[in-house]
């Protein structure tokens, strides 16, 4: 089992609706939970990061955590083209600032 | 300018060859990262500094080596490149302390091995 899963996709999703995606961990201790955004060929960029169960709304943004079920989600409201990315979830242990990170979901929103 | 730098961006090289990848940052951060993605696939962590004396391995450090030359740079080596090593490879950088501190990556080097 890998430590940090999230389906591959594509998620294909209309513009303007809603795009949900998950990522589970494995490991209990994890405190703190990231989700990256990457374009084709480019770097990934930090969009939101969550610690605390619940949600963290930032914009269209949305990330969910459940500590007790060990996962974490990112909505993106009113879905763009400019959204259609790679979304890598990452996932920091107790010690040091090392990420894990999941496969990535491949987002596709059509006009 | 950007503020973590990678050279080269694109390196085409054969099976055997030595070859080193640069990163440099310009954010003052102690904490430096090399990563390799592939095709479809996330990061995995080859190697990590915590500050100039400080090397870690990560989860795929064999075939690989590491040099911190400095706070603001980091090196990453292949001593002899196999095929199985054409990659994305990402230098990353973070400051100390907290449990939120982003990490900043770099623009990739793309290294493809013949």
């Known amino acids: 089992q890998k430590e940090v899963e999230q389906n591959s996709g594509p998620l294909s999703v209309p513009e303007g609706a809603i795009a949900s995606l998950n990522c589970t961990y494995s490991d209990r201790g994890s405190q703190s939970f990231f989700w990256y955004r990457q374009y084709s060929g480019k770097s990934p960029e930090l969009i939101m990061f969550?610690?605390?169960?619940g949600d963290k709304e930032d914009g269209r943004f949305t990330a969910q955590l459940n500590k007790a079920s060990q996962y974490v989600s990112l909505l993106i409201r009113d879905s763009q083209p400019s959204d259609s990315a790679t979304y890598l979830c990452?996932?920091?242990?107790?010690?040091?600032?090392?990420?894990?990170f999941g496969g990535g979901t491949r987002v596709l929103v059509k006009p | 300018d950007a503020d973590v730098t990678q050279t080269p961006r694109n390196r085409i090289t054969k099976t055997g060859k030595r070859i080193m990848l640069e990163c440099s940052q310009t954010k003052g951060h102690d904490r430096m990262y090399w990563y390799r993605q592939d095709p479809g696939l996330g990061l995995q962590l080859i190697y990590y500094?915590?500050?100039?004396?400080?090397?870690n391995k990560g989860e795929i450090s064999d075939g690989y080596s590491v040099s911190r030359q400095a706070q603001a740079k980091f090196s990453l080596s292949l001593e002899s490149a196999i095929p199985n090593q054409t990659a994305l490879y990402f230098c990353?950088?973070?400051?100390?302390?907290?449990?939120?501190?982003?990490?900043?990556f770099g623009p990739g080097t793309r290294l493809t091995v013949l």
């Open positions: 990353a950088t973070s400051a100390p302390g907290g449990s939120y501190n982003e990490q900043f």
């Open positions: 969550i610690y605390s169960n």
């Open positions: 500094s915590f500050d100039v004396k400080d090397i």
């Open positions: 990452a996932v920091r242990k107790a010690a040091g600032n090392k990420l894990t």
